[in-house]
């Protein structure tokens, strides 16, 4: 290699180099720097001004050759325009294109600078229009880039033909010395750029996706199947138009050889009817003619035989005696010119050099011309008309081509030359060598011939005892074939390519774009909404698709929605049982007036492990006792119900309370495979004396309120139940004055939380229980379970909400009914009733004292107005109403009698008892109804 | 809530993060039982967790037994305040080995 292909070859590499490091460039600036934030007009100006520079570099760098520039120029827009979006690539385009035209100015190349300006700016119009309709804006990859870079120079070279169709010998040369440098070369610059791209990219990328979907994967095989289709068509063209080479090379030498023949027959006839036209002017009558004219004439002419013919055809006279009295008739070639005898008929005749007819062996050209009784007729022979034709075939060569290059050659002799195309330099060794091929050769036969180290295709024929020979270089013939099969191949890549990109869209219009609506369908059913439907109907096989999928939707929608149900059914049945388990009426023990008992569950949405318990241990005794199991559902439904009757049993069977948590403990710790544990406190109130032992398991503290002060008992017990087999117990002890009031709860109320996800709190829990210092059981529960539900409202209810109160000192809501005769035993039974009745609820001495007065002075009343009345009877009625909200006690006194009125008396008589007035005063309600033959009279007290 | 496993031969940590509720708690559960038989060494760090239910309590003590039963330990580490109540409230404070 010498310095200056060195040079070149170094100058196309870096062409070839520079779009790929281009790339990087770019992909450093916009990733790496401040410039990745400019806009995307910005970005696409920079980069399409860039990729224009490197353009314009490929032109500049080419080679050029033949007044075309060889170059890498069409690779950037080509880049620009796939890689970074459409108006970059048309921008660069249009920089390297307008470029191109003027660099015509100063020598990168006139005569393709049309199509190169074309082509370039095509590069970038196409590959923007590539990326937007056929990548989506993806990056393809470097295989799809590299063919849309041979297609793009397919499509130069074949504008090269196009804009030069008047000299297609020269594009031709100039197509070929480029097509594989700049094929090679610019798609070399394309998928470098593109592998560059996607290096830089990340190598990750490719790992996390385990398939190519469909789109890649059509263009993959697509690229593949046009591949190979290109590759047959162009060997099938290849090999077809190859074997046409030789028969259309014959038919072009065998047209010239025809039409050479033509004229040189043409001369000879003409020179030899000249001859017999002169001869039949001499002897222009049969009967006139004379041997010695005859004999004269063939010597004066030069010519072979002269015969005078009479009108039967006989040859009364020749210049040679030995065809005198020969019928012309006895010969096929003699025979013709009878013809001419016939009256009317022509009044010449030349025929071709042939054999004779008398003698076959001799080849003669004769001449026959009409006169007077007959006919003369000349005959001629090969060596006397060459010397007569010899100028004629020169000039009939002398300027003749053969294809682009070939020529003719015409031999009198082996060793002698007439004629040949003007400046073939032919040297006398060359006359024998086309002497010695053309006697080997066949007449009109297609053969292949060395001359001057060139390769000839060559035919010769003979004529006029002339051998004419025509030969055509081999390039020549195969150049025709090549230029056909060049356009052939480059309007194939053109098809294909065009076919490549129709089919991808139809493909994508057809089958991808449903894929993805029946994915994005199916994806909304998979998060759960069985409620969507697939309605892709843009084809039969889609709406089938479609129509299948809903099926099955809806068939795992109502078989979900039946298990649902079941499910759903057995929950609310567990459920049922769970609530069922726990005590739920109130007062529970309603004989026992020394305390109030609430309690209360609201389950959350799913079953849960919450409980409370409370029973009688024995008659002055009562346990009562929250839970909390861990989890939720069936589990810790099952293993709240175990845990309830474990601790039911053992409290019950009269151990001491830590002593009954501890065997509760042990029991629950067997078996308890799936180590569910529940929370406990238990405690032990003796109502009698107040006295309250009580057992923290783990559970929240819970509140007692005691002087009107709320606390937090946090004495602990021990773990929680069923972890622990051997887990011991402690029990605290506390007594209680009547009021004092304490409240067990999970943690569904301290654990609530806000649709901001704030918990509720103990603190909020404290600060709650504050403001109600006085507030009976059942009310205090509710109070805690509204406040915590409007805190928690807009959440979904997570957890059971459970509580417990007691209050000590509080009688449960009551009523009570005696009869006492109508007398002054009576009154007297009917107070002692009254107060150990009353002295439970904590009603106080002074409102005692009053509720006495009235009683005593209304009874009195009653009985005396009752004894007075015909229906008097011996018994006086009393009900009582304690209610705890508000709390009041409530009380009615029926008697028999006439009418009457006891609260009006005071009007009618003026004598109502001061002391009953007063006291009626401090009621605060009293009223009198007549009912049937009773007078009622009732009276509220509230405090 | 967030659950990420570090195991090093016989050595475990499980970080977690977040809320430890009746609902998370079995994501906890399948992480413990992601970890190896050969780890005996376990570490559950509770630094971020802000909120620990009963349900989640039992996962520790499930990991606790689990630990116990093939003669290993498990340390509770850098719990938050929050969490420390509940084991207090609990009692679970003086089973567990507490690393703060």
């Given at each position: 290699m010498d310095q200056r292909t060195v040079l070149i070859l170094l100058q196309f590499a870096v062409a070839t180099l520079l779009p790929a490091l281009t790339c990087a460039l770019v992909w450093h600036l916009n990733k790496k720097t401040r410039l990745g934030e400019m806009g995307f007009w910005p970005k696409q100006i920079g980069c399409g001004i860039l990729f224009g520079l490197v353009a314009i570099f490929g032109t500049e760098a080419g080679i050029v050759t033949e007044d075309a520039t060889m170059n890498v120029r069409d690779a950037a827009p080509i880049v620009a325009g796939l890689y970074f979006g459409g108006p970059a690539g048309i921008l660069a385009g249009l920089i390297g294109g307008v470029e191109r035209w003027f660099a015509a100015l100063w020598g990168r190349g006139m005569f393709t600078r049309l199509a190169c300006s074309v082509a370039t700016i095509l590069a970038g119009i196409y590959a923007a229009l590539l990326r937007r309709q056929l990548f989506r804006d993806r990056k393809p990859s470097w295989p799809l880039a590299m063919a849309v870079g041979v297609v793009i120079e397919v499509l130069h070279l074949l504008l090269v033909f196009l804009t030069n169709l008047d000299d297609g010998a020269r594009a031709y040369i100039v197509v070929r010395a480029c097509t594989y440098p700049m094929i090679f070369c610019n798609a070399i610059a394309v998928a470098l750029s593109g592998a560059m791209l996607a290096w830089l990219g990340g190598f990750g990328r490719r790992a996390d996706r385990e398939a190519p979907d469909i789109s890649q994967k059509v263009q993959v095989g697509m690229l593949s199947t046009v591949v190979v289709g290109f590759a047959m068509t162009l060997m099938i063209v290849s090999v077809l138009q190859s074997s046409r080479v030789e028969s259309r090379s014959a038919a072009n030498l065998s047209l010239v050889l025809q039409e050479t023949e033509d004229d040189i027959q043409d001369a000879s006839d003409a020179n030899l009817l000249e001859l017999a036209t002169e001869v039949a002017q001499e002897i222009h009558s049969v009967g006139e003619a004379r041997q010695e004219v005859v004999d004269e004439l063939v010597e004066e002419l030069d010519i072979t035989e002269l015969h005078v013919i009479d009108d039967r055809g006989v040859i009364v006279m020749s210049s040679d005696d030995a065809f005198v009295g020969y019928n012309m008739a006895l010969g096929e070639q003699s025979s013709a010119f009878l013809s001419l005898l016939e009256p009317g008929g022509p009044t010449y005749l030349v025929q071709k050099y042939q054999p004779m007819a008398l003698n076959s062996a001799v080849w003669r050209k004769y001449a026959g011309v009409v006169i007077d009784g007959g006919m003369v007729q000349v005959g001629y022979d090969a060596e006397h008309f060459v010397g007569n034709l010899t100028d004629e075939v020169r000039l009939a060569v002398a300027n003749r081509h053969v294809g682009n290059d070939g020529f003719l050659v015409v031999l009198a002799r082996r060793d002698l030359l007439i004629g040949v195309r003007k400046g073939i330099r032919v040297e006398y060794s060359d006359v024998l060598h086309f002497s010695d091929a053309t006697s080997t050769a066949e007449r009109g036969e297609l053969f292949e011939l060395k001359y001057h180290g060139v390769d000839y295709y060559a035919m010769y024929n003979t004529t006029e005892s002339l051998r004419v020979l025509a030969l055509m270089p081999v390039s020549d013939a195969l150049m025709e074939r090549d230029v056909s099969i060049l356009i052939t191949s480059f309007m194939e890549i053109l098809i294909f390519a065009a076919l490549f990109v129709a089919i991808y869209v139809l493909i994508e219009r057809v089958v991808v774009r449903s894929i993805w609506r029946v994915n994005g369908r199916l994806g909304e059913i998979t998060d759960g909404d069985l409620n969507v439907e697939v309605d892709v109907r843009d084809s039969a096989e889609f709406a089938v698709l479609s129509d299948d999928i809903n099926t099955t939707v809806l068939a795992l929608r109502n078989a979900i929605a039946a298990e649902s149900a079941r499910i759903e059914s057995d929950l609310a049945t567990a459920k049922a049982i769970q609530e069922s388990a726990l005590p739920r009426t109130f007062p529970p023990f309603p004989d026992i007036k020394s305390f109030d008992i609430y309690a209360s569950m609201s389950a959350a949405r799913e079953v849960g492990g919450d409980f409370y318990d409370f029973f009688l241990v024995d008659k002055h005794t009562v346990c009562f006792l929250i839970a909390d199991v861990s989890g939720k559902g069936i589990p810790a439904s099952l293993f709240m119900m175990a845990a309830k009757s474990e601790l039911a049993n053992y409290i019950k069977s009269g151990m001491r309370l830590e002593e009954a948590v501890q065997s509760a403990n042990w029991s629950l710790c067997q078996g308890n495979d799936a180590g569910m544990f529940v929370t406990v406190w238990a405690g032990i109130l003796n109502h009698y004396t107040g006295e309250l032992t009580y057992v923290n398991a783990g559970h929240n503290p819970p509140l007692l309120r005691h002087n009107g002060q709320w606390e937090w008992l946090k004495d602990r017990g021990g773990l929680f139940l069923g972890t622990f087999e051997m887990a011991r117990y402690k029990s605290f002890t506390r007594t209680l004055a009547p009021g004092d009031e304490i409240l067990l709860y999970t943690d569904g109320v301290n654990e609530a939380f806000s649709a901001q996800d704030e918990e509720y709190g103990n603190d909020r829990l404290e600060s709650l229980l504050a403001q109600h210092v006085d507030l009976h059981p059942k009310l205090l529960v509710d109070v805690v379970r509204a406040d915590v539900r409007s805190w928690a409202k807009g959440a979904e209810q997570s957890d059971d909400i459970t509580m417990l109160c007691l209050e000590y000192g509080r009688q449960p809501e009551a009523s009570g009914t005696f009869r006492v005769p109508a007398d002054s035993s009576g009154r007297e039974e009917l107070v002692y009733k009254l107060h150990f009745e009353f002295s439970?609820?904590?009603?106080?001495a002074h409102v005692q004292a009053k509720i006495d007065v009235v009683t005593k002075a209304l009874f009195s009343t009653l009985c005396a107005h009752g004894r007075a009345g015909a229906s008097g009877q011996g018994e006086i009625e009393f009900n009582y109403q304690y209610d705890n909200e508000p709390r009041s006690l409530t009380m009615c006194l029926t008697a028999g009698g006439d009418a009457f009125d006891p609260l009006a008396y005071e009007q009618d008589e003026g004598q109502l008892d001061q002391t009953l007035s007063n006291a009626l005063a401090y009621m605060d309600d009293a009223a009198y109804v007549r009912d049937g033959d009773d007078n009622v009279v009732a009276f509220r007290k509230l405090w | 809530m967030q659950i990420k496993v570090n195991a090093d031969g016989s050595k475990a940590t499980i970080f977690v993060e977040g809320k430890l509720t009746v609902q998370t708690a079995p994501d906890l559960s399948s992480a413990l039982e992601g970890i190896?038989?050969?780890?005996d060494d376990l570490t559950i760090d509770l630094a971020e967790v802000e909120y620990i239910a009963s349900a989640g309590l039992r996962v520790l003590v499930t990991a606790d037994k689990m630990m116990a039963g093939r003669g290993g330990s498990l340390r509770l580490a850098g719990p938050t305040d929050e969490v420390v109540d509940v084991l207090e409230m609990t009692g679970l404070l003086d089973v567990f080995e507490i690393v703060r």
């Amino acid at each position: 290699m010498d310095q200056r292909t060195v040079l070149i070859l170094l100058q196309f590499a870096v062409a070839t180099l520079l779009p790929a490091l281009t790339c990087a460039l770019v992909w450093h600036l916009n990733k790496k720097t401040r410039l990745g934030e400019m806009g995307f007009w910005p970005k696409q100006i920079g980069c399409g001004i860039l990729f224009g520079l490197v353009a314009i570099f490929g032109t500049e760098a080419g080679i050029v050759t033949e007044d075309a520039t060889m170059n890498v120029r069409d690779a950037a827009p080509i880049v620009a325009g796939l890689y970074f979006g459409g108006p970059a690539g048309i921008l660069a385009g249009l920089i390297g294109g307008v470029e191109r035209w003027f660099a015509a100015l100063w020598g990168r190349g006139m005569f393709t600078r049309l199509a190169c300006s074309v082509a370039t700016i095509l590069a970038g119009i196409y590959a923007a229009l590539l990326r937007r309709q056929l990548f989506r804006d993806r990056k393809p990859s470097w295989p799809l880039a590299m063919a849309v870079g041979v297609v793009i120079e397919v499509l130069h070279l074949l504008l090269v033909f196009l804009t030069n169709l008047d000299d297609g010998a020269r594009a031709y040369i100039v197509v070929r010395a480029c097509t594989y440098p700049m094929i090679f070369c610019n798609a070399i610059a394309v998928a470098l750029s593109g592998a560059m791209l996607a290096w830089l990219g990340g190598f990750g990328r490719r790992a996390d996706r385990e398939a190519p979907d469909i789109s890649q994967k059509v263009q993959v095989g697509m690229l593949s199947t046009v591949v190979v289709g290109f590759a047959m068509t162009l060997m099938i063209v290849s090999v077809l138009q190859s074997s046409r080479v030789e028969s259309r090379s014959a038919a072009n030498l065998s047209l010239v050889l025809q039409e050479t023949e033509d004229d040189i027959q043409d001369a000879s006839d003409a020179n030899l009817l000249e001859l017999a036209t002169e001869v039949a002017q001499e002897i222009h009558s049969v009967g006139e003619a004379r041997q010695e004219v005859v004999d004269e004439l063939v010597e004066e002419l030069d010519i072979t035989e002269l015969h005078v013919i009479d009108d039967r055809g006989v040859i009364v006279m020749s210049s040679d005696d030995a065809f005198v009295g020969y019928n012309m008739a006895l010969g096929e070639q003699s025979s013709a010119f009878l013809s001419l005898l016939e009256p009317g008929g022509p009044t010449y005749l030349v025929q071709k050099y042939q054999p004779m007819a008398l003698n076959s062996a001799v080849w003669r050209k004769y001449a026959g011309v009409v006169i007077d009784g007959g006919m003369v007729q000349v005959g001629y022979d090969a060596e006397h008309f060459v010397g007569n034709l010899t100028d004629e075939v020169r000039l009939a060569v002398a300027n003749r081509h053969v294809g682009n290059d070939g020529f003719l050659v015409v031999l009198a002799r082996r060793d002698l030359l007439i004629g040949v195309r003007k400046g073939i330099r032919v040297e006398y060794s060359d006359v024998l060598h086309f002497s010695d091929a053309t006697s080997t050769a066949e007449r009109g036969e297609l053969f292949e011939l060395k001359y001057h180290g060139v390769d000839y295709y060559a035919m010769y024929n003979t004529t006029e005892s002339l051998r004419v020979l025509a030969l055509m270089p081999v390039s020549d013939a195969l150049m025709e074939r090549d230029v056909s099969i060049l356009i052939t191949s480059f309007m194939e890549i053109l098809i294909f390519a065009a076919l490549f990109v129709a089919i991808y869209v139809l493909i994508e219009r057809v089958v991808v774009r449903s894929i993805w609506r029946v994915n994005g369908r199916l994806g909304e059913i998979t998060d759960g909404d069985l409620n969507v439907e697939v309605d892709v109907r843009d084809s039969a096989e889609f709406a089938v698709l479609s129509d299948d999928i809903n099926t099955t939707v809806l068939a795992l929608r109502n078989a979900i929605a039946a298990e649902s149900a079941r499910i759903e059914s057995d929950l609310a049945t567990a459920k049922a049982i769970q609530e069922s388990a726990l005590p739920r009426t109130f007062p529970p023990f309603p004989d026992i007036k020394s305390f109030d008992i609430y309690a209360s569950m609201s389950a959350a949405r799913e079953v849960g492990g919450d409980f409370y318990d409370f029973f009688l241990v024995d008659k002055h005794t009562v346990c009562f006792l929250i839970a909390d199991v861990s989890g939720k559902g069936i589990p810790a439904s099952l293993f709240m119900m175990a845990a309830k009757s474990e601790l039911a049993n053992y409290i019950k069977s009269g151990m001491r309370l830590e002593e009954a948590v501890q065997s509760a403990n042990w029991s629950l710790c067997q078996g308890n495979d799936a180590g569910m544990f529940v929370t406990v406190w238990a405690g032990i109130l003796n109502h009698y004396t107040g006295e309250l032992t009580y057992v923290n398991a783990g559970h929240n503290p819970p509140l007692l309120r005691h002087n009107g002060q709320w606390e937090w008992l946090k004495d602990r017990g021990g773990l929680f139940l069923g972890t622990f087999e051997m887990a011991r117990y402690k029990s605290f002890t506390r007594t209680l004055a009547p009021g004092d009031e304490i409240l067990l709860y999970t943690d569904g109320v301290n654990e609530a939380f806000s649709a901001q996800d704030e918990e509720y709190g103990n603190d909020r829990l404290e600060s709650l229980l504050a403001q109600h210092v006085d507030l009976h059981p059942k009310l205090l529960v509710d109070v805690v379970r509204a406040d915590v539900r409007s805190w928690a409202k807009g959440a979904e209810q997570s957890d059971d909400i459970t509580m417990l109160c007691l209050e000590y000192g509080r009688q449960p809501e009551a009523s009570g009914t005696f009869r006492v005769p109508a007398d002054s035993s009576g009154r007297e039974e009917l107070v002692y009733k009254l107060h150990f009745e009353f002295s439970h609820l904590r009603c106080p001495a002074h409102v005692q004292a009053k509720i006495d007065v009235v009683t005593k002075a209304l009874f009195s009343t009653l009985c005396a107005h009752g004894r007075a009345g015909a229906s008097g009877q011996g018994e006086i009625e009393f009900n009582y109403q304690y209610d705890n909200e508000p709390r009041s006690l409530t009380m009615c006194l029926t008697a028999g009698g006439d009418a009457f009125d006891p609260l009006a008396y005071e009007q009618d008589e003026g004598q109502l008892d001061q002391t009953l007035s007063n006291a009626l005063a401090y009621m605060d309600d009293a009223a009198y109804v007549r009912d049937g033959d009773d007078n009622v009279v009732a009276f509220r007290k509230l405090w | 809530m967030q659950i990420k496993v570090n195991a090093d031969g016989s050595k475990a940590t499980i970080f977690v993060e977040g809320k430890l509720t009746v609902q998370t708690a079995p994501d906890l559960s399948s992480a413990l039982e992601g970890i190896g038989q050969e780890v005996d060494d376990l570490t559950i760090d509770l630094a971020e967790v802000e909120y620990i239910a009963s349900a989640g309590l039992r996962v520790l003590v499930t990991a606790d037994k689990m630990m116990a039963g093939r003669g290993g330990s498990l340390r509770l580490a850098g719990p938050t305040d929050e969490v420390v109540d509940v084991l207090e409230m609990t009692g679970l404070l003086d089973v567990f080995e507490i690393v703060r």
